[in-house]
């Protein structure tokens, strides 16, 4: 996926423990999502950042935090990590936001909390 | 009751045949509608988007939008083997946090 990497690409950890994921994008776009992805429920979203320090909640952010201090990096945070939070997490990038651009996605983060 | 609805599938179609894939929504303020294509293990890769109701074609694939009906399609004509593949549609009103998917159709198109 050209212009987004999200790493790391694998991760185990045990439950209780923090854990950030993190997503790098070279194409200077202004708009950055976070997304899980599991069976049944289609992707969807956790947060989003619509330029550097400016963010906001998505539909499932109870226990995630995100930061973005950099255009190009959107750091995601499991403060406690838990069971039900075992996913596949992708980040996503666009230009104009969903109104004008579809989004381009990273090739996700594989989260195992045992 | 979800706002799309995708049937899960799994679709299994012979090379050369026309696939059809839809999605229902209820959210009338949907006006951006999208099909992603994702492979096993890889991201969702943006395959077409529509603004509104009406037809779109790229190649094999059309994609129709009825919003009277809330209903969408994606037909791929002539399929192939490198089709298969998971298919998301997606649709938002148009802010960074309406966009909804759909929990995508597994397809397999069989040599």
């Known amino acids: 996926d050209a212009g987004i990497t999200q790493s790391p690409r694998h991760k185990v950890t045990e439950t209780g423990t923090p854990v950030t994921l993190r997503c790098h994008q070279t194409e200077n776009h202004r708009y950055m999502y976070w997304y899980r992805q599991d069976p049944g429920h289609g992707l969807r979203l956790i947060h989003y950042s619509y330029g550097v320090k400016d963010t906001d909640k998505g539909e499932v952010s109870d226990g995630y935090s995100v930061s973005r201090s950099k255009t190009e990096d959107f750091l995601l945070t499991l403060e406690s990590a838990t069971s039900s939070q075992t996913s596949v997490y992708f980040c996503?990038?666009?230009?104009?936001?969903?109104?004008?651009?579809?989004?381009?996605f990273g090739s996700g983060t594989r989260l195992t909390v045992v | 009751q979800k706002e799309v609805e995708q049937d899960p599938g799994p679709l299994s179609v012979p090379e050369g045949a026309i696939v059809s894939l839809n999605c229902t929504y209820s959210n009338s303020a949907f006006q951006y509608f999208m099909w992603y294509r994702q492979y096993s293990r890889k991201g969702p890769e943006l395959l077409m988007y529509t603004y509104s109701s009406g037809n779109k074609e790229d190649g094999r694939f059309t994609a129709q939008v009825d919003k009277s009906s809330k209903y969408i399609s994606l037909f791929i004509r002539d399929s192939q083997p490198s089709d298969s593949a998971t298919y998301l549609c997606?649709?938002?009103?148009?802010?960074?946090?309406?966009?909804?998917f759909g929990a995508g159709t597994r397809l397999t198109v069989k040599p």
């Open positions: 996503a990038i666009s230009d104009g936001g969903v109104g004008n651009y579809g989004y381009t």
């Open positions: 997606a649709m938002s009103g148009g802010n960074n946090n309406d966009m909804r």
